[in-house]
C-alpha cells in the first residue's frame, strides 16, 4: 500500500517521468533479490551500478544501494572500495570508543569513515592522504555520512621531514603509489602528532610503511595498535614486534598478490 502512496506523490510533486525512472530501480531491486549470482556470492550486491560526476570527484552507487565517491570514473576502484570497507570491518573492533585514530594512506576513506563512527563523539581521526582528489573524497564521504570528527590533512609520510616524493598516478586499483620524485615534501608521524596521544595507527601506502614506521617512534611510545595492508608484511612484523607489538590477526588481500591486512596489539 505505501508504494502506491509513495508513486502518487512523486507523480504530483515531480511528474511521470521521474515515477517511471522510480518504478524501473524497484523493480531492479526486487530482481536482484532472486537472482541466483547475487544470493550466492554477497560481494556481487557491492557491484557499482552508477557512476556519475561531482564536482572533481565521482560519486559510486553500488547494487545495494550504498553510495561512495572516488577520484575516477572506474567501475573496478568503486568495486574495490565496498570490498574492501567489507574487509576491514573486522579490524574495527581494535578501536575503542574515544580514541585518537591516525591513518596513513587514508585513499577514498574506506577505512576513515567507518572508523570515526566507531570513536564517536569524544574520538577523533586524523586521515593522511598524499592524493588530493583522494582527500576530496574522503572530505565528500566524511559528509555522505555524517562524520564530523574527521580530520583530513593532505599531506605525503615518510621516514623524514623534506624527502622528496612525487605521487604517480597509474590508474591502478590501489590509486597513487609513492616514488622518488620532485613534487612533494614530506613529513613524518612524529613531526605532525608530536604533542597528542594516539591510540591506532592504520597504513596502507603501497610498500611505503616501514618508512612511515620509522618516522613514528615517539609517537609509537603511545599506540596501543597499529593496522596496515602492505606487501612488505613480513619486514613489518618483525619491526613492529622490535618496538613490543604482536600481531593478532592476518589475511591475505584478495586483489593484489603478496599483500596482507595484518592487525598487531601491544603485548600487555
Not at 7 to 18: R, S
Not at 54 to 62: E, I, L, M, S
Not at 100 to 105: K, L, N, P, Q, W
Not at 156 to 185: F, P, W
Request: glycine residues 6%; proline residues 2%; charged residues 30%.
Amino acid at each position: 500500500m505505501w508504494q502506491i502512496k509513495r508513486a502518487y506523490e512523486i507523480l504530483k510533486t515531480q511528474g511521470l517521468k521521474v515515477l517511471m525512472l522510480s518504478a524501473w530501480r524497484y523493480i531492479l531491486r526486487i530482481m536482484n533479490r532472486f537472482n541466483p549470482m547475487i544470493r550466492f556470492n554477497p560481494e556481487m550486491r557491492l557491484k557499482p551500478v552508477r557512476i556519475e560526476r561531482d564536482g572533481a570527484v565521482f560519486k559510486v552507487t553500488a547494487r545495494n544501494g550504498k553510495k561512495w565517491f572516488i577520484p575516477t570514473k572506474d567501475e573496478n576502484f568503486g568495486f574495490w572500495a565496498f570490498i574492501f570497507m567489507k574487509k576491514v570491518e573486522r579490524y574495527l573492533d581494535a578501536i575503542k570508543d574515544g580514541d585518537t585514530v591516525v591513518e596513513v594512506g587514508a585513499c577514498t576513506g574506506e577505512y576513515t569513515v567507518p572508523a570515526a563512527k566507531k570513536v564517536g563523539n569524544f574520538g577523533r581521526i586524523f586521515a593522511c592522504e598524499a592524493d588530493s582528489l583522494g582527500c576530496e573524497c574522503i572530505r565528500k564521504n566524511a559528509k555522505l555520512y555524517k562524520r564530523n570528527n574527521i580530520q583530513v590533512i593532505n599531506q605525503a609520510v615518510s621516514d623524514r621531514i623534506g624527502r622528496k616524493m612525487a605521487l604517480d598516478i597509474r590508474g591502478n586499483l590501489s590509486g597513487g603509489i609513492l616514488v622518488e620524485g620532485n613534487t612533494m615534501q614530506t613529513t613524518t608521524i612524529d613531526s605532525l602528532f608530536s604533542d597528542m596521544k594516539i591510540d591506532v595507527l592504520k597504513m596502507t601506502t603501497n610498500g611505503h610503511e616501514p618508512e612511515i614506521v620509522a618516522g613514528a617512534k615517539k609517537t609509537l611510545e603511545s599506540v596501543r595498535c597499529v593496522v596496515f595492508q602492505s606487501a612488505r608484511h613480513k619486514e613489518l612484523i618483525k619491526i613492529l614486534e622490535y618496538k613490543g607489538f604482536k600481531v593478532t590477526r592476518a589475511i591475505d588481500d584478495s586483489w593484489a598478490e603478496n599483500v596482507r591486512i595484518v592487525l598487531l596489539e601491544r603485548k600487555c
